[in-house]
Nanobody, 119 residues
């Protein structure tokens, strides 16, 4: 139900933009988050965005990453700038969708997209 893409190989200091879109009909975007998992480590929250557009970032990405949303497309983006090798890992998106009844909610996870930062 989710399409996440945008990962790849980038040099240190480079940028990537990760989109994550839902094709679920009859539901709109409520809130979303991006997570990452490095080899041998647990999945951790990178950034989140609420229904009102409020954002929350992990300390290690503040000032470098930006999460945004395009409500009419049920899409969330993660703009990643000034990437370092420590940012490498598999990035997962999580979208929470709100039904037309304003009560029903569905949570979906993307399949993960690999980000590699290396020269």
């Amino acid at each position: 139900q989710l399409q996440a893409s945008g990962g790849g190989l980038v040099q240190p200091g480079g940028s990537l933009r990760l989109p994550c879109a839902s094709s679920e009909s009859g539901f709109s975007l409520d809130r979303a988050g991006w997570y990452r998992q490095a080899p041998g480590k647990q999945r951790e929250l990178v950034a989140a965005i609420g229904g009102s557009g409020t954002t929350n970032y992990a300390d290690f990405v503040k000032g470098r990453f930006t999460i945004s949303r395009a409500n009419f497309k049920n899409t969330v983006y993660l703009q990643m700038n000034s990437l370092t090798p420590e940012d490498a890992g598999v990035y997962y998106c999580n979208l929470v969708l709100l039904g037309a009844d304003w009560v029903s909610r569905r949570s979906y996870w993307g399949q993960g997209t690999q980000v590699t930062v290396s020269s």
